[in-house]
């Protein structure tokens, strides 16, 4: 059974930084592309970031310059490094799976974390 578990979230400063981590489990790792995807309260999904399977990333244009994401297969662990934040990161933040190696639609979704910019 596939299972992909965040972690991390919380309340932050605007400028602040967070590191969100997502642990998976049930399948291969090393073999799928993986991303962060977000949702702020009231709108919609936001793909964020992320990573295939030979750790090529690409990032969403809001979090450019400011987030980046990374993976270490040894772990089966996703991160999502988040700089700078802005009220407008707020969101749950899911961490998903590819349905191949290279960057694809989601098959599989954790429950999300929770992070809040506020001051």
């Known amino acids: 059974e596939v299972q992909l578990v965040e972690s991390g979230g919380g309340l932050v400063q605007p400028g602040g930084s967070l590191r969100l981590s997502c642990s998976a489990s049930g399948f291969t790792f090393s073999n799928y592309a993986m991303s962060w995807v977000r949702q702020a309260p009231g709108k919609g999904l936001e793909w964020v970031a992320g990573?295939?399977?030979?750790?090529?990333?690409a990032l969403g244009g809001s979090v450019k310059g400011r987030f980046s994401v990374s993976r270490d297969n040894a772990k089966n662990s996703l991160y999502l490094q988040m700089n700078s934040l802005r009220p407008e990161d707020t969101a749950v933040y899911y961490c998903?799976?590819?349905?191949?190696?290279?960057?694809?639609?989601?098959?599989?979704w954790g429950k999300g974390t929770l992070v809040t910019v506020s001051s």
């Open positions: 998903t799976k590819g349905r191949s190696s290279s960057l694809s639609p989601q098959d599989y």
């Open positions: 990573i295939n399977s030979g750790e090529a990333t």
